[in-house]
């Protein structure tokens, strides 16, 4: 079952944290020692004005160079329009600064929208008089729709694939992003275990709109210019493990109760080669993907 959106945003930036600051906030990647990390418990601070209690949703402790000490990093993800988020960053900052401010020397909110509407997010509390600056607050932030998704496509980075298609696109390019994802997807394959491919590809999954048509001309068109990881495409392909691979299975497995388990196997492989032709794979291409000799393809066509 797909995890919930906050749920599997959060278990991103979690994860691949390190990569997340790699990605939106280089000057300060170059500031944080990553070998000295440590999650916090989620924080319950009370808003005293609006009388509300609120969870913040990642706090995490981390060794900072330039202070030789530990900081504190707070991450906020926000997917809803609310012209006053900026004020509960504030909140949010004040009360870590007191309860934290003998133990930590600094505290860096940062703020991810993940918002499809396209706006200038403020990011800046002030208050002033004539003369004099009372108070000027100023989060980090990333607008992902802000981002130019062609900018990130040759990263081999974990967060720019899963959020990709949250990035800034026009409707023409839909199709494009979406193979693009897939074309990274493959290259993380290759320094990624199961559970963190997985997880990437769970996110990726909430933002991209399935269209099996297009998904089958990609995939076609990835085999092609990929021989060698056809069967790794298909692997990864959610869209088609849900009308193919695992569809095939599912019908082996429901034959082998009635027949046998070996010959449900053997019918639920056959199932899905017979959908791999129908949708205009050649026997080669087949073959290649599922390492079987040809001839057993050619047979079931």
């Known amino acids: 079952m797909p995890l919930p959106h906050d749920e599997a945003f959060k278990k991103l930036l979690e994860t691949f944290f390190q990569e997340f600051i790699e990605l939106f906030f280089p000057e300060l990647d170059a500031m944080l ?36 000490g530990y900081i504190l990093i707070h991450l906020e993800p926000q997917s809803y329009r609310d012209n006053r988020f900026h004020e509960r960053m504030f909140i949010y900052f004040s009360r870590l600064f007191e309860r934290y401010r003998k133990e930590h020397k600094l505290i860096i909110p940062i703020a991810i929208f993940t918002s499809d509407e396209i706006r200038e997010e403020q990011d800046t509390l002030e208050m002033v008089i004539p003369e004099h600056h009372i108070l000027r607050f100023q989060f980090l932030k990333v607008e992902l729709r802000k981002q130019n998704w062609r900018r990130f496509i040759d990263s081999d980075n974990a967060v720019a694939a899963a959020l990709l298609a949250k990035m800034g696109y026009t409707t023409r390019e839909a199709r494009d992003v979406r193979r693009e994802f897939l074309r990274m997807f493959m290259k993380l394959k290759t320094r990624l275990d199961q559970g963190r491919l997985a997880l990437v590809m769970s996110v990726a999954d909430l933002y991209f709109k399935p269209d099996r048509a297009q998904d089958e001309e990609i995939i076609k068109e990835l085999m092609i210019q990929y021989p060698e990881e056809g069967e790794a495409i298909m692997e990864l392909m959610p869209a088609w493990k849900r009308w193919g691979y695992e569809e095939g299975i599912a019908e082996g497995i429901e034959k082998g109760i009635e027949q046998g388990i070996e010959q449900g196997i053997e019918q639920g492989q056959a199932e899905i080669i017979r959908k791999l032709l129908l949708h205009g794979f050649t026997p080669e291409e087949v073959s290649k993907a599922l390492e079987l000799p040809v001839e057993k393809i050619k047979k079931l066509m």
Do not use: P
């Open 33 to 68: 020692d990553y070998s000295e990390t440590r999650f916090l418990m989620q924080e319950l601070l009370v808003d005293i004005v609006g009388e509300e209690a609120r969870e913040l949703d990642l706090l995490l402790e981390i060794r900072y160079k330039g202070l030789d």
